[in-house]
């Protein structure tokens, strides 16, 4: 780091752990509209300031600050990515040993915060199997609070077995349950 004239200003090996550090500790809040808005603020601010410090040329700094805001983008969805991928995987594991027809409960709890912790029902509604390939169409609840539950949403998905795991075969849904990443 340097300092010039009583401010810390970072240098430019130190972009990626200003980012990092902003996208985590806005990434606590819970709210994922506002991590991935803090996060990207955050970097806007941390390549301002690097770019500073690299370059007086306005051409070179919006292309550092641009860069900056491209990487907490991605970070940002791929932190959500994982969160979906464990959210399906823990759907898809509840709804593998069932039969058609048949209920079972599902829950995820997130271990950063950036989404909320969620719960529901999946059930069986067909089996695709074909030449040794096991797959299933499932329907599955995020449900509400209360019991029975309230404000329930449904969703329609497929899952097929890999060895002795059930995982996640359908294409992102088309609905606003994830947002920008369908």
């Known amino acids: 780091m340097l300092k010039k004239s009583g401010f810390i200003r970072p240098s430019v090996s130190a972009l990626p752990a200003l980012c990092a550090l902003c996208a985590l500790s806005i990434g606590l809040s819970a709210c994922s509209s506002l991590y991935s808005e803090g996060a990207i603020t955050g970097a ?23 860069a900056a805001v491209a990487g907490a ?8 990515r994982v969160a979906h991928t464990n959210e399906q995987d823990q759907i898809a594991q509840a709804a593998g040993p069932l039969k058609p027809g048949a209920v079972a409960q599902w829950s995820v709890e997130h271990a950063v915060p950036i989404e ?13 199997s074909m030449n040794g390939l096991q797959c299933k169409e499932i329907v599955f609840s995020i449900d509400g609070e209360g019991t029975p539950p309230a404000n329930s949403a449904f969703y329609l998905a497929a899952i097929c077995q890999d060895g002795d795991t059930w995982k996640w075969a359908s294409a992102e849904p088309a609905t606003p349950r994830w947002g920008a990443l369908q």
């Not at 806007?44 to 641009?66: E, F, K, M, R």
């Open 44 to 66: 806007g601010i941390a390549g301002a300031a690097v770019a500073s410090q690299v370059t007086n040329n306005a051409a070179v700094a919006s292309g550092i600050g641009l």
């Open 73 to 80: 983008k991605a970070g940002v969805q791929y932190t959500q």
């Open 116 to 128: 909320d912790d969620e719960h529901g029902r999946v059930t069986v509604s067909r089996i695709i």
